[in-house]
């Protein structure tokens, strides 16, 4: 398996929810560091698992639904507790929290020890549609730079409890 992983998460008929894909589609076209593969999970349904299982990093971008301004680019780390529990408060979709839930009961030890989601805020969940609200739209550039921060720092020594 690869050093790090970033998976776009979502799905691409649900409006805004396709986020974390269109997000993955964009930064292919970005020069990403050596050991970088990045994959989309159309799914939702826990294959994300078979995608970050055994990496060393993980970044995954998914759609995130709070009281959070639409367009708002939040960063949830599995070192840190209370972002962890956050994120399972605010992501969007039950594929994604299960699969992490399940992985974190079944297989810890294969899971990134650096792992982070990047959580959009999403306006419409809801509605089959193809294309992101003009808020999610706009705020794909800060998505964009966020994971590249991400995957321009070092990583983040296990301290998951």
Not at 37 to 63: C, F, K, M, S, W
Not at 102 to 126: N, Q, Y
């Amino acid at each position: 398996m690869c050093q790090t992983v970033v998976v776009g998460c979502g799905s691409l008929l649900l409006a805004d929810s396709g986020v974390g894909i269109c997000s993955a589609r964009q930064l292919r076209l970005q020069p990403l560091p050596g050991g970088v593969v990045v994959y989309e999970d159309h799914n939702q349904d826990g294959t994300v698992l078979d995608l970050i299982l055994g990496a060393r990093r993980a970044v995954l971008i998914a759609p995130t639904l709070s009281d959070k301004r639409p367009g708002t680019v939040r960063r949830f780390h599995r070192s840190d507790p209370e972002s962890w529990k956050a994120l399972f408060r605010a992501i969007h979709g039950v594929g994604l929290a299960d699969a992490l839930k399940l992985g974190e009961l079944t297989r810890p030890e294969g899971l990134p020890a650096d792992m982070v989601v990047v959580g959009v805020e999403i306006k419409d969940a809801s509605t089959y549609h193809v294309g992101l609200s003009d808020e999610v739209e706009a705020a794909l550039p800060n998505v964009i730079k966020q994971v590249m921060k991400e995957l321009a720092t070092k990583e983040v020594p296990a301290q998951v409890g």
